[in-house]
């Protein structure tokens, strides 16, 4: 294995370990209901789900309205199999394969 | 009904890890398919996943071996796109109230990746199991053993092994989005569209004008600060 990549995994994956670990020593005891870190920290996790979605999207994105047509279906096939059925598995797996299977008929 | 023995909850873990683990047995089988086309040998794109194990840092890592670039600024790079960790391990503790425990944090928190967040989150939010860290345990077990068992998959298979498959290559590609947007569809509450609005709007825009990376770390600010600065009762009944 090479020394440079043996280097690199073991620093950025020390610096991701502190950055998942570090924060968790925080004390949130004292910190009141409906004090302003609390309600940030509360609005943190769907910010973050719909950040990391956008940013998986941006790249998909394709000049033409007929290209998006794989984007669209795959997404439409999310929001339906999660109405339809309430799993994120089962969800996932339609919008995948929606969009695999537009790209398949589009040729 | 919320089970809460402790065996109960490290096997919920595991459970809830199911999505997880299908988005990322595909996605961690496309980093080590990379990974062999980048140069790089079946045992450092397993070393990669098993010490770094986040996920958009190691393909941007295959492309910054690829280029050439020095240590220290890969290294630089791609510790300042993990910073975003930061908020999750705190948030997930303040969802999880009076049950919230951190004694093996340290161990648990290796495994706290954007999905297993994610996900912890939804089931948190929907009621569907209280936290413990059995649970957590389990959630990253189950996420952590696919993302490794993935790569080395795809490392093993080699550069060529998706190529005479174009459509499951491009649906594997769709894994992804699939996954955060059916997470997002899971927490989703009317008081919260304010806030996933402008996370959306500010990371489209700063990826745009700054670069992906700062769209993701500054759309994550923005809209918890939106949330912060709303009305307590409207932010409130967010994820409960």
Known sequence: MSVDVIQLGLIVGAFTWAFRFAPTRLDLANDRPEGLFDRFLSATGPAAIATLFTASVLP?????????APLAMGMLAVIGAHFWFRSTAIATLSGAAAYGMTIFVLG | MPSSSPSAGFRSGLTASLPITLGYLPIAFSFGVAATRAGLGAAEAVFLSL?????????????LIGTG??????AVTLIAMNLRHVLYGPALLKQAGADARKKHAWAWAFGLTDEVFGTTLGVLARGQHRFSERFMFGIGLGAYASWVMGTALGAFAG????????????ALGFMLPALFLALLLSVLRRAQLPLIAVAIGTTALVSWLVSPVAGIFSGMVAGAAIGMIRAPRATKGNTA
């Open chain 1, 60 to 68: 998909m994105l394709k000049p033409g309205l007929g290209d998006q």
């Open chain 2, 51 to 63: 010490v770094m194990y986040a996920g958009a840092s190691q393909f941007l890592a295959l492309a």
């Open chain 2, 69 to 74: 670039a020095p240590l220290a600024v890969s």
């Open chain 2, 159 to 170: 550069g060529g092994a998706l190529e005479g498959f174009p459509t499951l290559d491009a």
